[in-house]
């Protein structure tokens, strides 16, 4: 009498095939979605108007030409390196930090100038910045 018992197979489910399934229809997906990017921003610019909210008695004027020639407080810089703003703008610091810096820059002075003259203030350590504008002639008002 033979009673060896017989040899079960493991039941199992194969992945392979599973797992290629899965990835063809993750393919698909990737390269049949289109992603829409939103072309227009809706933004409202703010106006400036005549009035003036507050006196500023202490501010450090920094004013860029349309030749992006820099000037602090009236005195023009050598030249327009980040490290010639930042000293010239910790030099003319006279009481406190807190003093703000007025920026008049040129319709036609270009963005990086601005810029650059923002992130001098902030190495500086001086954070309250302030725009000079004027205000447009509008016939609508």
């Known amino acids: 009498m033979n009673f060896k018992r017989p040899r079960r197979e493991d039941v199992g489910i194969d992945l392979t095939s599973l797992i290629d399934?899965?990835?063809?229809?993750?393919?698909?997906?990737?390269?049949?979605t289109s992603f829409d990017r939103v072309s227009q921003i809706n933004v409202k610019l703010p106006q400036a108007s005549s009035?003036?909210?507050?006196?500023?008695?202490?501010?450090?004027?920094?004013?860029?030409d349309a030749d992006d020639q820099v000037y602090v407080r009236g005195q023009r810089l050598l030249n327009t390196q980040l490290g010639t703003i930042r000293e010239a703008l910790r030099e003319s610091v006279r009481t406190s930090e807190d003093i703000p810096v007025v920026i008049s820059a040129d319709a036609r002075a270009t963005h990086q100038a601005v810029?650059?003259?923002?992130?001098?203030?902030?190495?500086?350590?001086?954070?309250?910045?302030?725009?000079?504008?004027?205000?447009?002639?509008?016939?609508?008002?």
């Open 115 to 141: 810029i650059k003259i923002m992130d001098a203030a902030r190495q500086a350590g001086l954070v309250r910045i302030t725009f000079a504008t004027r205000k447009l002639r509008d016939d609508t008002e």
């Open 51 to 64: 009035e003036q909210r507050e006196s500023l008695l202490e501010s450090i004027e920094v004013t860029v």
């Open 21 to 32: 399934v899965v990835f063809m229809l993750l393919i698909f997906f990737m390269v049949t």
